[in-house]
């Protein structure tokens, strides 16, 4: 589940005592859920969300074919705005990411790891199982996008895009076979460990797209 919270453009002046209220829903690399906006300003407007969703990605390193499972938990802080008091704006804010990952690794061959170099057979190693975690909890975001407002009350449209910094990512690899407690192969598994995680590295930067509906009232 993800709790975002962001600001978002109003094409009507806002009146301070009586701000401007809409209800959206929403999805995106963060995950699916609903949002709540209330204008602040004509430039200015807070937005909180929930939502989640559950993803897989597959990759290979070295003698090994993983498959990821990713449960998608966000808590986006967001200040948006909009420097000409137009639909486009710029947001800077924080992500609360508590993202849970698991791999899998499966031989390519389908009946040999090959390890640092070395083969080992499907049978002496069972499954290679690891959990990700990534350095950073809470990440930096920056992001730009589009809104579009109606005037009273009824149905609008936004965009956003963006990264957020979540920092370096570790999986701790683990073998479930008759060999994983063995000193040589667990050598040449850390090995393989550093090669998984050199990929993962490339989720430093992780991409933030919303897109959605908001009704106002």
Not at 48 to 72: F, I
Not at 121 to 149: N, Q
């Amino acid at each position: 589940m993800a709790l975002i919270v962001s600001a978002s453009f109003s094409e009507a002046s806002v009146d301070e005592k009586n701000p401007i209220v809409a209800l959206g829903l929403e999805a995106g690399s963060t995950g699916f859920g609903g949002s709540l906006w209330v204008t602040v300003s004509d430039q200015f407007v807070v937005n909180m969300a929930m939502g989640g969703a559950d993803q897989s990605a597959d990759y290979t390193t070295g003698g090994v074919d993983y498959t990821g499972s990713v449960d998608l938990a966000n808590s986006l802080a967001v200040l948006e705005w909009h420097p000409s008091g137009g639909r486009f704006h710029l947001s800077a804010g924080m992500v609360l990411a508590d993202n849970a990952v698991q791999v899998v690794g499966r031989p390519l061959e389908g009946t040999t790891y090959e390890l640092d170099g070395v083969l080992y057979p499907a049978t002496l190693v069972g499954s290679i199982t690891g959990d990700v975690e990534w350095e950073e909890s809470i990440a930096p975001y920056l992001g730009l996008g589009f809104s579009k407002r109606t005037r009273g009350q009824g149905w609008g449209a936004y965009f956003n895009a963006g990264v957020m910094y979540s920092g370096s990512a570790a999986a701790v690899l683990e073998a479930t076979g008759l060999i994983a407690e063995e000193p040589e192969f667990l050598s040449h598994l850390r090995v393989e460990e550093r090669e998984l995680n050199e990929e993962l590295d490339k989720f430093e930067l992780y991409p933030v797209v919303r897109a959605g509906l908001m009704y106002r009232f």
